[in-house]
């Protein structure tokens, strides 16, 4: 059973090391149900592999993982896929390169036998994310980055997560369609409560959008302010 009162996720003394180096080092973190976690710290300081750890995502077979991740006080593996949705900064990776990209798009709903509301959430979506109906039957690569980076976002957000881990994810964007999509990440929050984390670079929009943020100061410190 999912308790809802636990944190929707909790990091316990997480670290992750080579016999070469250490690129996560005790970090502990709490997130409660309804935050907007900015994530924070320099180029290489390893938000990204943070990320990787949270998702479980594989790491060199060599590298050693100490400490765990609870979703509601549960491993990843014990609670609905379709509840914890990433969008990667890389959005081509994400994309099976011979689908269409509506393909793409509905393949999540299909599996979570839900095809039939992809119109009606694609309605709520698009107004920002914007899936031209002439584009949807366009391979990947026909597009822009920033414009797959908002595929890549669309695709997240019509699985309605609880909780959406996003790595650089508008990074590709123009300055207006990044602070719009933010803007609407930030109502979500507020009115749906969906829990966000997000990586990024951009200490003044962390400061705007973000209701905490959490830097990797080093890789032997870190902190939350
Ligand atoms: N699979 C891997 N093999 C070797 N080194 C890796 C691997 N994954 C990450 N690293 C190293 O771990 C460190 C942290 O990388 P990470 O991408 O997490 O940093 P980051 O804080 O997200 O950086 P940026 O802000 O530049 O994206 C880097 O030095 C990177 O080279």
């Given at each position: 059973m999912i308790r809802k009162e636990e944190p929707i996720?909790?990091?316990e003394d997480v670290s992750l090391f080579s016999a070469e180096r250490t690129y996560?080092?005790?970090?502990?973190?709490?997130?409660?149900?309804g935050?907007?976690?900015g994530i924070l710290g320099r180029s290489g300081s390893g938000k990204s592999t943070l990320l990787r750890y949270i998702l479980d995502l594989p790491f060199p077979s060599s590298w050693k993982k100490t400490g765990r991740v609870l979703f509601f006080g549960k491993e990843k593996?014990?609670?609905?896929?379709?509840?914890?949705?990433?969008?990667f900064q890389?959005?081509?990776l994400g994309f099976n390169p011979t689908w269409t990209v509506e393909k793409s798009l509905r393949e999540p709903l299909r599996l979570f036998k839900e095809e039939e509301r992809f119109a009606s959430l694609l309605e709520k979506w698009n107004p920002i994310l914007d899936l031209d109906g002439k584009n949807r039957d366009r391979l990947p690569a026909s597009f822009s980055g920033g414009e797959l980076?908002?595929?890549?976002?669309?695709?997240?957000?019509?699985?309605?997560?609880k909780i959406?881990?996003?790595?650089?994810?508008?990074?590709?964007?123009?300055?207006?369609?990044n602070e719009q999509v933010l803007e609407a990440l930030s109502d979500l929050n507020r009115k749906e409560g969906t829990t966000i984390l997000w990586v990024t670079h951009n200490v003044r929009s962390a400061k705007k959008f973000c209701s905490r943020t959490f830097e990797i100061l080093s890789r032997a410190d870190q902190g939350v302010k």
């Open positions: 996720l909790v990091l996560l080092s005790k970090i502990d973190l709490k997130v409660s149900s935050e907007f976690l593996k014990e609670i609905p896929a379709r509840w914890i949705q990433p969008v890389d959005p081509v980076q908002r595929f890549s976002l669309l695709r997240a957000l019509l699985c309605e997560p959406l881990l996003l790595d650089e994810a508008t990074s590709a964007l123009d300055p207006l369609l």
